[in-house]
């Protein structure tokens, strides 16, 4: 009954289900009336916001309608001008969400399905036209506002350098925007994101600033019930001014459940609170439980309340201040019981440092958190107070950037490319849990079922490990605008294609890594059994390879050359009927580097000969087993 309940509510949150979703009647040649939904996002090369689709204009008529899409404008003059809530018409057609296909890559248009986006669209000046007409919100428009007026404060009165500007802001009220990526790797090594994406904790700390505020304001402090609304208004205001993450979600509400409990004489446990809450979120909106935030945030909670006691009595500590540090270290410990499984599966590596860092970082992440309400607090109302309030403030977060890079810096400080499976993780977890069960409760029984999971879990490692060592690829990436290549032999692989994604970071980390991760790729070689090349020539395990980026002189061949595999890329100046008059090609890819209209000319070309074609932008990394 309850999973036919839950499939009923997951079903009727799809709004592809509802008869007023514009995918139901819109087509390619129709025009949309979409209207901003929230404050144009500056990224590198256009502005990017939400959508809402108001109406579909075919033939002449208007179809009121609903749904969201992705939309990126162009940066020009008139893109600036856009806010929350204009009406724009568009004339260009959309486009699906679709994946890059890269093995082990993040599944894109699942994680935008859940938010209920299925399209996405880029917008130059001549694509789209403001009607001049504006829609908005009372709410909504408040918490923009809101949030801008922060972003003020902090951008006025902090007058650091900019990583110290962009984690006050992200610990403040979730912004993002302005973190620097080789910062936030940092906090990932050590152990310490979680103190930069807003969570339970960061509510928890406003909730005791409340309770303490309202506690001591004369007639206020006289009303349990003034008490308890104004506590809870003040909550929702901070979570949604935040962005309303599952996380802050998922503590609003539990704050909600157990202020009321308590209130109302209706104490219960912090589980039965939990489980509220959860049950809460998910009829609200079934996606949430494949929400990484929401999952961790829920599995850290459950963690230390389960097992912070039990650590914290391994030792017994005289010394008062010993003790707290004890204390905040039986947390940290605990939290990591539960969470550094799934940690390992979403992001493949786990903080060697945590303990430390946590020690240092949540103590003063705490105290920067009060320091800056006190700055958005006093420094309109004191402007000159307002001023030495933000310089304590960017001083307080250099200090902790400082430590965090210290820490960062030791080559030990992160266990990295570590491979995952669902299955893995699932033994994982019967291993940790057991065992934890077995130290707790001293059950024989929990023990054997710990080393028999434990068992399962090496099989299941030797195993990959075998499947590892005998594998034999080619690997094509999809990376847009680029050439990207793996020749991969066992752990081992060769790199061919754009220098730059040597070079930068966060193009390797976003496309190339997770596939290496996922296929136990530990080491990259100038030589590898069985591959000879002689650009633009490979021959790997007898399959032979031509990658061609350029202009080619080819003269027809009576006697055709065989070859497996031809690579287009960078939009070679090439047609397919040359290439077919000299070459023998059972397959052509067209890699992502080229343009979709060059990868469409060449498509038709291929139809009209009849061969074989591959689109990588369209079809996702072409993967090829040579063995």
Not at 177 to 203: F, P, R
Not at 555 to 582: C, E, F, T, Y
């Amino acid at each position: 009954m309850l999973i036919c309940t839950g499939s009923l509510i997951t079903w009727q949150n799809d709004t592809r289900h509802q008869p007023g979703w514009f995918g139901n009647n819109y087509h390619d040649s129709d025009y949309l009336v979409v209207k901003i939904n929230e404050p144009l996002i500056e990224k590198t090369k256009s502005y990017k916001a939400d959508g809402v689709v108001q109406y579909i204009i075919s033939n002449d008529s208007a179809i009121k309608c609903q749904g969201k899409i992705l939309l990126y404008f162009s940066k020009d003059s008139t893109t600036q001008l856009l806010k929350y809530g204009d009406l724009v018409l568009i004339s260009k057609p959309l486009q699906r969400i679709k994946n890059s296909g890269n093995p082990g890559g993040f599944n894109y248009e699942r994680y935008a399905g859940f938010q209920q986006i299925f399209h996405n669209l880029f917008l130059k000046e001549k694509d789209w036209v403001r009607t001049g007409v504006n829609h908005t919100n009372a709410l909504r428009q408040f918490v923009f506002t809101a949030r801008d007026k922060v972003l003020t404060i902090l951008r006025k009165n902090i007058n650091g350098n900019k990583d110290e500007l962009g984690i006050a802001q992200a610990l403040l009220i979730g912004y993002t925007n302005d973190l620097d990526k080789d910062l936030v790797q940092a906090y990932s090594n050590t152990g310490v994101v979680h103190i930069i994406a807003i969570s339970g904790m960061h509510l928890g700390l406003i909730y005791i600033l409340l309770v303490w505020i309202f506690s001591k304001i004369p007639l206020i402090n006289r009303s349990k019930v003034a008490q308890v609304l104004l506590i809870l208004v003040c909550l929702w205001l901070f979570a949604l001014v935040t962005g309303a993450a599952a996380s802050v979600t998922r503590a609003a509400v539990m704050f909600t459940c157990i202020t009321i409990g308590t209130t109302f004489k209706r104490k219960s446990t912090i589980y039965n609170s939990l489980a509220a809450s959860a049950f809460i979120m998910l009829c609200y909106n079934p996606y949430f439980l494949w929400d990484v935030g929401f999952q961790l945030s829920y599995l850290a909670v459950i963690s230390i309340i389960s097992f912070q006691k039990a650590v914290y009595n391994w030792l017994f500590i005289k010394n008062k201040w010993v003790d707290k540090i004890w204390k905040l270290a039986a947390i940290s410990l605990a939290a990591q019981v539960l969470t550094f499984p799934i940690c390992i599966y979403y992001f493949h590596q786990f903080p060697n440092l945590f303990l430390f860092t946590n020690i240092i970082a949540v103590p003063l992440s705490s105290l920067i958190l009060y320091t800056e309400i006190a700055l958005v607090s006093v420094a309109e109302l004191i402007p000159f107070a307002g001023i030495y309030v933000g310089k304590l403030v960017g001083w307080l977060v250099g200090c902790m950037n400082g430590v965090i890079m210290w820490f960062n810096h030791f080559a030990f400080s992160v266990w990295d490319q570590i491979p995952s499976s669902p299955l893995s993780t699932f033994l994982l977890y019967a291993v940790v849990i057991s065992t934890a069960s077995w130290l707790m409760k001293t059950n024989k029984n929990w023990l054997k079922f710990s080393l028999i999971s434990l068992l399962g879990f090496l099989i299941v490692h030797a195993s990959n490990k075998w499947s590892v060592k005998n594998q034999q690829k080619i690997i094509v990436y999809n990376v847009p605008q680029h050439q990207a290549i793996d020749f991969v032999s066992g752990n081992d692989y060769i790199f061919t294609g754009d220098s730059i994604l040597l070079e930068d970071g966060m193009l390797q980390n976003f496309h190339l890594k997770p596939g290496r991760i996922a296929l136990q790729l530990t080491k990259s070689s100038t030589a590898i059994n069985l591959l000879f090349q002689s650009k633009p020539y490979y021959l790997f395990h007898n399959k032979r390879i031509l990658m061609i980026d350029q202009a080619l002189n080819l003269q027809p061949l009576s006697d055709k050359l065989k070859v497996d595999l031809i690579i287009l890329s960078h939009g070679a100046k090439i047609s397919i009927a040359q290439l077919a008059a000299v070459f023998n090609c059972k397959c052509y890819v067209f890699d992502a580097s080229n343009s979709l209209w060059k990868i469409g000319k060449w498509q038709k070309e291929c139809e009209e000969l009849h061969l074989r074609s591959y689109s990588v932008p369209e079809m996702g990394a072409y993967i090829e087993d040579v063995r």
